[in-house]
């Protein structure tokens, strides 16, 4: 009995452990109730999720080889929403559980709107070729109006990240989700 009580408890301290580490709060990319220079604050905010796909080949030269990185698809989604945030964005994050080198990606964000502009840059996730990888942004408060984003993706197998791609994107704010 002794055995099977100490079984459970180690059990359930492990998986206390695992859900602790895997839904992590993303920090915000910028502070919330700004206000612009004639007075307004913010009253809204968005959530920015980068989805990546991207692929790795070697290249052979004259003294070695290379990694060369494609990036074959990426999407962005954007949910807008009016008013203070319930809580923190929530990300999942899978502990490394291998002792190989795992490749990395990270993607920068460039961000204005009506009053500000700033840069933030997601965490570092871990990835494989051919397989979509997830990067989450905390939420980005901004005033109403034209918001523009400029997206930089990164990656490396090995040695420095090495910028894979860059895309630009601009969407009408007014915290109201439009699908």
């Known amino acids: 009995m002794r055995v099977f009580v100490g079984a459970l408890a180690v059990a359930a301290i492990v998986l206390a452990a695992a859900l602790l580490i895997v839904n992590q709060p993303v920090p915000d990319v910028n502070d919330p109730g700004r206000t612009s220079d004639t007075g307004e604050t913010t009253q809204g905010f968005a959530d920015i999720t980068v989805t990546a796909t991207i692929e790795t080949a070697t290249v052979n030269v004259l003294f070695g080889s290379i990694a060369t990185y494609t990036d074959k698809s990426h999407t962005v989604k954007i949910v807008e929403t009016e008013g203070a945030p319930a809580g923190p964005v929530m990300a999942t994050v899978w502990p490394s559980l291998g002792t190989t ?18 840069v933030t840059t997601s965490k570092e996730k871990a990835w494989t070729s051919g397989s979509p990888v997830v990067f989450q942004y905390g939420h980005l408060y901004l005033f109403p109006g034209r918001v523009s984003l400029t997206f930089q993706l990164s990656a490396k197998c090995s ?17 109201v989700n439009e699908g």
Do not use: H, L, P, R
């Open 101 to 118: 080198t795992q490749c990395m990606a990270q993607i920068k964000m460039f961000w204005a709107d009506s009053a500000d502009s700033g």
């Open 159 to 175: 040695g420095e990240y090495v910028q894979v791609s860059s895309w630009q994107m601009t969407f009408q704010f007014d915290g």
